[in-house]
């Protein structure tokens, strides 16, 4: 038997009806090792459609699903911090309600935080309707010395990717409210509490993009949110005063170019086209090859 998990899936009133049916078909009834519970977390109000999609992808489920209505919309971080408490698992899976999971994601993933992990990501395949990044692929550095090295200067997880243990989300204070960062600050503060941490170079998700993707990736309101990351994460000790300075400059300016340079930044930087990558995740799948207890614990102090 395999340990049992939760899959926290936040729902507000901008998601589209078809592209949540289409994320929780992916994400429960297709995969080869499926969630034990689903815990909804409905953030405020949401329309006629949408609340229909919900009903029907809840109806239809092969697991229990529970649905966490929040009165008001509160974003993303409480929404998913109220969640967690109300998870009936240790063991929590991360989905976005507009995303498709690979079928063997969690059969990839579990293996890993159950041979000691705390936190495993995975790499992910952008797609969309006619979007300059389409198809291409975001590879999460794997060695724990390299996530913990790359995290001083970005994300070394993809968020909707991610499944962690809640005692180690809740032992490094959860999700804080940082628009737009909280994930990122979420995993510093993972790894500076001495989480072991994992990722799975084989994209297990596709992520949805549209014309509008890197228009949002900058602008006056990410703009102060990442300069409030670089203070805290400075603060917290987790950067120096040199990478503090590197980072506001390289990441704030990112925020401010305009978004046809800062499309092509991130087509050059933080992607690769696909086929860059083996397919592998089908040989670990039926191979078994995750990497045992002993290694995660090794490297626990390497970080």
Known sequence: MSTPFSLLLPVYRGDRADYLVRAFQSTVNE?????????????????????????RAESSSPVPVRRLQLKHNVGLAQALQCGLSACSH??????????????HRFAVQLPMIEAGADLVGAGMREFGEATPTDGLLRIPPTDPAQIAAEARLRSPFNHPTVVYRRSAVLQAGGY????????????????????VVANVADPLVLYRVDAGSYQRRGGARLLRSELGLQRRLHREGFTTSTQMVRNVVVRGGYRV???RLRTALYRNR???????????????????TV????????ERRDV
């Open 90 to 103: 240790e063991v929590v899976a991360r989905m976005d309600a507009d995303d498709i999971s690979l079928p």
């Open 270 to 288: 933080f992607t690769q086209p696909t086929g860059t990558v083996g397919d592998t995740v089908d040989r670990e799948v039926l191979g078994g």
């Open 176 to 195: 804080r409210e940082l628009p737009l960062l909280e994930d990122y600050w979420l995993f510093t503060r993972m790894i500076e509490a001495g989480a």
């Open 31 to 55: 995969q080869v090792l499926r969630p034990s519970e689903v815990l909804v977390v409905q953030d405020g109000q949401i329309g006629p459609e949408l609340a229909s999609a919900l009903e």
């Open 257 to 259: 170019i305009p978004v």
């Open 291 to 298: 990497p045992p207890a002993r290694h995660l614990r090794r």
